[in-house]
């Protein structure tokens, strides 16, 4: 796998490490103990975790009456906070699936923790659709069974219908990928433990991978088959979740460049989500050498593009919006509908937040600073949420018939809900990164000996080109 | 087919008398079970063990036998008839013609019978005008089911029975017929002929018997002036639909005004037909409805509504009466010459409450020759005389009252010094009242002989000169009650039954030749009458000096009025009318200071919306006379005349109710002198009210296709095109009509019916009877404010209603700022006096529907009689359809709203669960519902024609709201029929459906709006 790289490359793993490095390294938060901050995050997740849990058994005991929605604002919140996770487990696949079929190395730094991420945030987006149904009770009425009732069948029509098929497919693809991955980094772990116990577990886990040249050769085919039907999923994904908003009739919702528009969104606010999630992990569990700088600017490049791609998808809604001469969709986007009506400060927070600020990272000091990538990948997480909960709630709020416009204020059940589910993902995420090898360090050791600084040096020396 | 057979044990069994089968009979079981064998020896039974395993099992089996009977579901007990009564079918409705008159609203309807329930009010057709059913009336069925009513008669606030309450009214009345002392009876307006007679009868027994009428909605003055000039108590009966020319001065003609009824007749003469319709001009300062149906309204405060009236007399007949001069001046003179140039065919009417003023108002009627204004054919259902309940006050003060019946009024709560009333009463040696209620007035009187419902009364009603109407029970009488009337004839000693009684009266005096069973059946009986009338010349001048005297102008002057809702507060605990929106406010569960814009920014006062968007204001204390009303919330009302202010009387009721049903203030303690007008003064306080309003934007924003109107002018002179523009589309680079633009490929439906249902705006008055009427039909749930001020209402029908705004689309175009923030920011404020339009809104039953395309689970679908369905069982709750719905009509079960003590309205107790209808479905939480199209009453149409093998006829498909529409605003019907009406109505000029341009293709069709804007 070994491959030539321009020594003018910047390397991808820093420092002085050997294959054995990789190994301890990417072991050692797997075999050491947790240290106090773990314990401390953990238990602060749980304790949101379990918060909302309380909120969402409250809901479905009580009736969704108990969140701020009304009969003209009938999702906010909800789906909102759904398309949020949704398009942050946009990074995952992306990352391992695309970026391997464009062969780009630095994916690899970071792919099993994105691709994590990605599963633990469809978790939280699946769990929306669900609960926010009147009759949780009969959710199983949209899967397409046989049943004694005749013609009694789903609407094809529907797109929520075309979500229920998209997200379960998508999470199955995206858990295959992963685990698949994450054999021979299992077996790794299996050949080192020493408690019996842990031992039996990482063998049942790696499925007896034997580190045979055949258990390696059809390792890299999967992951390219996999990696060739993954893709498509990345851009169908929320292809469909923007139907559920382009196939309507809605002002604001009926537009066709959802599709591309939610999809970059979507890649904008994953890489966001890696970002924030990786800046913290490299420091905790000592990951520096393998998640580096050139990692992070990379991101930042694509978040700059998809973000550009957002912000151009902005201006091409508000243009459509007036060029149109429809005086729905004009009120929507443009003058009081948006900007300055009464939801003038979501509107304003989603265009400093996504376009605004991340402007910022054209700059390549900013772009390789850890603080403001942090800083930007926070904002960006916050703007992109305000994108879902303007398209929805403002468009909502404004509809074709005047007397029903109408306004929605959150109650604590709608704040205790979200807060679970972010509760809920840092609890696996926390969780996966005490388990689980975070860094796909079998393949990272194929890239060792090309992008690795002490072998990059050592060519230097050696006067190799 | 039953079975004869009959089995025989033994040969035995032929004879009768054999001692064996005698045994045998006597005996369970042919041999004895040797139970002693097992239990009659001690010892063995001592000596017997349990083994742990057998304990084990007896454990298990009764542990699960236990929780088995545990889980038992809760019992529904289902009584069949073990004697059917000939005349009740389960499942099919029987209708009885009665007669609603409770005082305040007065009506000939049907009543709906399901299993022995009377479940809704429909109109009695055969009875013209009299049978529309407005809201109150529709709502007055849940009244029955009143939780709060009394179960029995009370004596000092206990229960007691009626034969000790006879025993102590009786003596007491004795002794006063010896000392000859006065016994008055104080009852608001009955007109009911029998009443009357057995109030006369009560006083040939009791001698010293007064009968006084009390209206709280007091329409004294018309009645005095009316007496005046034609020598008779009554009120002169407008012909509405005969008039050209309409010029009201502060009446409410399509609300309470004189007993009300009126929508019917004005409605026919607002669609254009032949080119004419009326002209309405509105002299008024609280935006009523009928302010808001005018074609040209102009503000003016209760003092200058005076001086225009006069001012009117002066310029209609030349006369130069002193007057003053009013900003309305030019308009009145305006109005004049088209009264004038109208002739016979105008008519002007007025609602201040001064007799000189309605003299005025009669003596323009009686110069223009008017043949709207019908002196011929009086109208009885006022007869309230202000003068005798001040003077019965005067004489309960004074001691001189020795008994006080009290029917059918509410004194102590709305006369405006209720307080010295109830002193008063204190002095009265006996006082009953006569209510369903422990209302205000039942806590300070000594007995309360409990009354029933009217729909579960006889009793008989003559609303109009040779209209009379028979009220007859529609269900065995719920509590131990009796008729007001039924407890005088006891006091009196009669063994009369009152039903005996009416029909008795009724042959001997109206029937006229004609049998009391056809009365019974129609409900109604008309006969021609001859009313003899006196005419007394008059001396207007005297009039307009006293009238101008009389009249006092003030910084700030308060109109009281009554809302379509809750009238004088008699229904007040009804939740149906608690939650109607106001027709003009859309504001429910309240009454509220309305305030005009100019006025609110000189106090400072303001309207706003708060995060959840629903409507904030701050509280003024009003202060008429000294008496002060605290913390009255303002709501900032457009149209409302500068310097005037309004308040909704029939609130703060606060005996007699539920708490919830206890809203608002009592306005009627500032109704002083009886008079609705009065001067005021304002003070700003600190707090804020908590509204509930279902409509939050007022104006149309520009987008005038949603509610078509035009001008009577333009409608006559201009082609269609001009004033109801088709949308169109390009289809094939060819602008082609948005109807022929089609995704799908077309739905035959022309099989079997199509409905399709047709509203016109021209005639809609926005009376909001279809609303109610659809709550009683569809078992819709009664939310509560707060649910109410976080938009969940849950109406399936409501109406919309818009003002007009300063900025319009063809301004913003000259102005060059069209399309811009400025101009959508201008059109969000109402005009300082806008024009006003309704547009009922229900399920527009779409043919192609955005809702049914985006369920997933295929709840709503489409019918091919046209109607979108709603499948309850299989919805799951995701509320899209509810999102992508452009007309916001469906509506989401946020809570379980039956059988739950947060929501204890009318679901949450047996008795007003009676009101349900069983043909609809209580819907579960979770659950979207709306508007059917009122399918189960077009299935039962339908399945009643097939089984006597005939086609449907067009006048049997109706729903409930086109069935209680008043003015016939609404049609439905079966366009595959080309014969109906509706599908004639399809073809109307007029006719657009909302929001075509999205191409959802409705079913419901909408007739644009005509004002008659010409001026001369």
Known sequence: MSHYEAPIREPLITGNKSFHDITNDVAAPVEGKANKLWWIAFLIALTAFLYGLGAIMYTIGTGIGVWGLNNKINWAWDITNFVWWVGIGHAGTLISAVLLLFRQKWRMGINRSAEAMTIFAVFQAGLFPIIHMGRVWNAFYVLPLPNALGNLWVNFNSPLLWDVFAISTYLSVSIVFWYTGLLPDFAMLRDRAVKPFQKKIYSLLSFGWSGRLKDWQRFEEVSLVLAGLATPLVLSVHTIVSMDFATSIMPGWHSTIFPPYFVAGAIFSGFAMVQTLLIIMRKVSNLEAYITNIHIENMNKVILLTGGIVSVA???????????????????YLSVGAATGPYWWA???????????????????????????FFISIVINIGMWFERFDIIVIDLSRGHLPSTWAMFSPTYVDIAVFIGTIGFFFVLFLLYSRTFPVIAQAELKSILKSSGENYKKLREENHES | MASNKKYWRSVEELKSDSPVVEQLMQKEFEEE??????????????????????????????????????CQGPVVKSIPYVVKPDNIIPGVANYYASTMADGTDFANILVKVREGRPIKIEPNKMAGNWGATPARVQASVLSLYDNNRLRGPLAGGKTTSWSALDNKVAATLNQLKEKNEKIVILTGTTASPSSDKVIAD??????????????????????????????????????????????????????????GQYNAAYAKGRAPKKGKMSRHIQFESNLSLTGANADKRLPLKPSEQVYALINLYNAVTGSSLTSKKTAADAAVKQAAKQLKKA?????????????????????????????????????????????????????????????????????????????SFNTALKKVKLSVAFTMSQDETALNTQFVATTPHYLESWGDTNFQAGQYGLMQPTIKPLFNTRQFEGSLLTWMDSNADYHQYIKDNWKGSILNGSTWNSALHDGIFTHDVKVKLSNTKLDVQASATALLKATKSAAFELKLYSKTSLGDGKQANNPW???????????????????????????????????????????????????????????????QAKGSVGLALGYGRAAGMQDEMMTGLNAFALSFDFNTAQTVSIEKTSGTHEFACVQLQHTIMGRDEIIKETTLNDFINKPKEAWNETPEFSLNHQEVPAERVDLWEKFDDTIGPHFNLSIDLAT?????????????????????KHEIRVSRDMHWLRIDRYYTSDMTNEKAKEEGVFGTGEMFNSMTHPQENPQVAFQPVMCQHCNHAPCETVCPVAATSHSRQGQNHMAYNRCIGTRYCANNCPYRVRRFNWFKYANNSEFDFNMNNDLSKMVLNPDVVVRSRGVMEKCSMCIQKTQLSILTAKKEGRPVSDDEFETACSSACPTGAMVFGDVNDKKSEVAELTKDERTFHLLAEIGTKPNVMYHLKVRNTKES
């Open chain 1, 314 to 332: 902005y201006i091409t809604e508000f243009f459509i919006g007036w060029y149109s001469g429809s005086s729905y969709e004009d009120y929507t």
């Open chain 1, 347 to 373: 509107f304003w927070a989603l265009i400093t937040c996504n376009f605004i600020i991340p402007q910022s990272l054209w700059f390549k000091k900013l772009r390789t600073s850890y603080m403001w990538s």
């Open chain 2, 33 to 70: 079970i040797p139970t002693d064998a097992f239990l009659g020896d001690k010892e063995s039974l001592s000596n017997s063990s349990t083994s742990r395993r057998d304990f084990l099992k007896y454990v298990g089996f009764s542990t699960a036998a236990a929780s088995l009977a545990a």
């Open chain 2, 202 to 259: 009560f006083a040939k027994a009791y001698g010293n018997v007064e009968h006084v009428n009390y209206d709280a909605l007091s329409e004294c003055a018309a009645l005095s002036a009316f007496d005046a000039m034609y020598g008779m108590r009554a009120l002169p009966n407008y012909k509405f639909e005969n008039a050209d020319v309409i010029v009201s001065v502060g009446a409410d003609f399509l609300g309470d005004w004189q007993g």
């Open chain 2, 343 to 419: 002739g016979k065919n105008a008519v002007v009417v007025t609602g201040i409450q001064n007799k000189d003023a309605q003299i005025l108002a009669n003596a323009i009627n009686v110069a223009l020759g008017s043949v709207v204004f019908d002196a011929t054919s009086p109208r009885f259902v006022k007869a309230g005389n202000n003068k005798q309940v001040k003077a019965l006050l005067k004489e309960m003060n004074a001691g001189k009252v020795g008994a006080l019946f009290i029917y059918n009024a509410n004194p102590s709560y709305t006369l405006a010094d209720a307080k």
């Open chain 2, 577 to 639: 009318l608690q939650e109607l929106p106001d027709p003009i406010t859309r504001t429910t569960w309240d009454n509220y200071l309305t305030m005009s814009i100019a006025d609110a920014k000189a106090l400072d006062i303001n309207n706003w919306n708060v995060s959840n968007g629903a409507l904030n204001g701050d509280k003024v204390t009003v202060k008429v006379n000294n008496t002060v009303l605290k913390d009255v919330p303002v709501l900032i009302q457009p149209g």
């Open chain 2, 764 to 784: 809609c008055t926005g009376c909001a009877t279809c609303i109610v009427a659809c709550h009683a039909e569809n078992n819709v749930p009664v939310v509560g």
